[in-house]
C-alpha cells in the first residue's frame, strides 16, 4: 500500500507532473489555492508539468494562461509549451488516417453500448479519441479494451472519459520523452508525478516519486503498480498537500 504523502522525502525534486481533472481541480473547477500554489512552486524553482486526457487545444490554452512549464495533452500524445505550436510525440504517419482508424473502433463499440456519446472535442484532438465513461461497468471497460486491442490500439480511463489512442502511447512514455528533450539534467529522483485515475497508472508505474490523491482510493485494485505516495485529500486539497510537503522540505 501507498505511505502517506507526509512521510515523502522530496527534497530534490525539481519537476512536478501533474494530470488535472480529479488531480488540480475541485467540482471541475481550478481554483485561487492552486495558483498560487503554482507561484509558490516557482519561487522554489520547482516546474510544474501538466499531464492530462485532455485535447491539444485545452493544452494550448492552459499552457498559455497558467503559470506552468507546458502541458502535455491526449494521454501522452502531444504537448504544448507557452507560445509555440504543439508538438506531436506519438509516431503517427497520417494523422487523418489515424482518426479515421480512431472514429471507425469507437462505432465498432457503439454496436455494443449505443448510449455513448463522443466527446465534445475530439475535433481538437490528434492522437486520441474519447468519449463517456459514465455508467461503464469493470466489465464493460475490460470488454472495450479487448476491442480497442483488435483494432490495433490501445485503451485507457478516467474517472472522467474514455480514450482509444495509438498502441504503446501514455503519460509515462511520453514524458520521459519529454524529460529527455527538455529536461535533460532532471534524474528520476527529481520528479514527481502526481494523479487521480487509471489512465496516470504509467506515471504511478515508471517514475520512483509517485504520488496519489485520495480519490485514486477506488481505482488501486485496478492499477498494475499503486503509487509510491497517498495523499490524506482528495482532488486539488490532497496536491496542496504535495505542495505543502514540497515547500517544508525546501525550507
Not at 69 to 78: D, H, P, R, S
Not at 82 to 94: K, T
Not at 101 to 119: D, G, K, S, Y
Request: charged content about 15%; hydrophobic content about 45%; some cysteine.
Amino acid at each position: 500500500m501507498p505511505q502517506a504523502i507526509q512521510q515523502a522525502n522530496l527534497s530534490a525534486v525539481r519537476l512536478i507532473v501533474s494530470d488535472l481533472d480529479g488531480t488540480l481541480t475541485a467540482s471541475d473547477r481550478l481554483s485561487a489555492a492552486l495558483i498560487e500554489a503554482f507561484e509558490q512552486l516557482a519561487a522554489a524553482e520547482i516546474r510544474v508539468l501538466i499531464s492530462t486526457g485532455r485535447s491539444v487545444g485545452w493544452g494550448m490554452a492552459l499552457a498559455q494562461y497558467l503559470p506552468v512549464a507546458g502541458v502535455m495533452t491526449e494521454n501522452g500524445g502531444a504537448i504544448c509549451w507557452p507560445e509555440q505550436a504543439p508538438i506531436i510525440l506519438s509516431p503517427i504517419a497520417a494523422i487523418a488516417d489515424h482518426r479515421q482508424q480512431l472514429q471507425q473502433c469507437f462505432q465498432q463499440i457503439q454496436q455494443h453500448w449505443p448510449q455513448l456519446q463522443a466527446a465534445a472535442d475530439n475535433a481538437f484532438r490528434q492522437t486520441d479519441w474519447a468519449f463517456d465513461v459514465t455508467g461503464l461497468t469493470e466489465a464493460d471497460l475490460t470488454q472495450i479494451a479487448a476491442i480497442a486491442m483488435g483494432q490495433g490500439l490501445d485503451f485507457v480511463y478516467s474517472a472522467v472519459q474514455c480514450h482509444l489512442l495509438p498502441r504503446g502511447q501514455s503519460k509515462g512514455r511520453s514524458l520521459w520523452q519529454v524529460c529527455q528533450s527538455t529536461f535533460p539534467a532532471l534524474q528520476p529522483e527529481q520528479i514527481v508525478t502526481v494523479g487521480d485515475s487509471p489512465n496516470d497508472a504509467s506515471l504511478f508505474a515508471e517514475f520512483p516519486l509517485s504520488v496519489g490523491v485520495a480519490n485514486l482510493v477506488p481505482y488501486l485494485h485496478r492499477l498494475p503498480q499503486p503509487p509510491r505516495y497517498l495523499c490524506q485529500q482528495p482532488e486539488v486539497a490532497g496536491f496542496l498537500e504535495l505542495v505543502e510537503v514540497l515547500l517544508r522540505d525546501r525550507a
